[in-house]
């Protein structure tokens, strides 16, 4: 694994904040491959080009591609960043973990649909010809595209604010000093956040008249306003307990396995 190869001494963990994951853990690696199989699900369908047409149409899915790459490397590195900064393994933990992986598979292929679907339509057909978005999705059928997306994303932060909650409430046993303690409450309050907007987008699509279901997606512009406010909020209380000195040389360099919260 890359992050193990380059070293401790190369990954700085959080100013103020003590890392408690060490080496790599069996379900951290199951993790990060299940996270580069659902990457090759968004280009697998894709046959070689035989032409260069045929290379230019391919090329013209490249903006999709590129937005449902970086939102899967997004949920990665919230992943990534909880498992650094706790190093829990307890059943529960390990239960939402394969729970947000059976999510994210599951919801690879209509992401990539989606997606493909909004760059290509948007441009008036300069990317797909509106014969080809028009066969794609029925205009009944946007509420219905918009519930599922909503959906996925919903459960991807629900779980996320169920692994801060029960960092949080395992505190006393993984030692969170004043600041980290702030923190887990701040991770919990926006993973719970986003959820809250992925539901705020579900009735939106739900109630808005037919041909308007799709603009429920520009709710999601929420999530700035969402992590502003709690960054604010949270901000003023991290930085009355914050340390005088970064707690970078304390970070645990063992197995992530030695941190285990209570049920």
Known sequence: MLRESLGAELIAPEKHFRWRGGRITRLEGFTDAVFAFAVTLLVVSLEVPRTFAELLAVMKGFVAFGICFTMLTWVWYHHYLFSRRYGLQTPYVIGLNLLLLFVVLFYVYPLKFLFTLLVGGVGGGRIMPQAAVETMILPTQTAALMLIFCAGYTAVFVIFGLLYQHAWTARAALQLDAFETVRTAQGRAQ?????????????????????????????????????????????????????????????????????????
Do not use: D
């Open 191 to 263: 993973h719970f956040g986003f959820a809250a907007v992925g539901v705020l987008a579900a009735l939106a699509a739900v109630l808005l008249p037919t041909q308007f279901a799709g603009l429920s997606g520009l709710l999601f512009f929420l999530n700035a306003l969402v992590g502003t406010l709690v960054g604010w909020r949270y901000g003023k209380q991290a930085r009355a307990v914050q340390p005088t000195q970064s707690v970078a040389a304390a970070s645990v360099p063992t197995s992530a396995s030695s941190a285990q919260g209570p049920e």
